[in-house]
């Protein structure tokens, strides 16, 4: 599986981004699908993921209330809406998938896309 990360940019505080994350292959809709995050000078931590299925889904507690993992198995494609930014929100944020079951955990996921740059600017 190869995943493409996009939807990266500079928002002002407050302001909402919808990253998406493109898959190849036809077995998309088989793999949990997770975000997560690496602010400069941190180490990567756990955003969202989702199910296969979709029919769970789990979020950091930075992210509850504020952010919304979905995803469109037809179009491959899972997305992560933000809203409510703020400056610490601000970091790279990679997509990542796990064969089967739901995964919170970096070093358990198969499959990483390329980063998408988040700024929050105050």
């Known amino acids: 599986v190869q995943l493409q990360a996009s939807g990266g940019g500079l928002v002002q505080a407050g302001g909402s981004l919808r990253l998406s994350c493109a898959a190849s292959?036809?077995?998309?809709?088989?793999?949990?699908m997770g975000w997560f995050r690496q602010a400069p000078g941190k180490e990567r931590g756990f955003v969202a993921a989702?199910?296969?299925?979709?029919?769970?889904?789990y979020y950091a507690d930075s992210a509850k209330g504020r952010f919304t993992i979905s995803r469109d198995n037809a179009k491959n494609t899972v997305y992560l809406q933000m809203n409510s930014l703020k400056p610490e929100d601000t970091a790279v944020y990679y997509c990542?998938?796990?064969?089967?079951?739901?995964?919170?955990?970096?070093?358990?996921?198969?499959?990483w896309g390329k980063g998408t740059q988040v700024t929050v600017s105050s």
């Open positions: 990542a998938a796990a064969r089967g079951s739901i995964v919170t955990i970096d070093t358990y996921m198969d499959y």
């Open positions: 292959g036809r077995t998309f809709s088989s793999y949990a």
């Open positions: 989702i199910s296969w299925s979709a029919g769970r889904t």
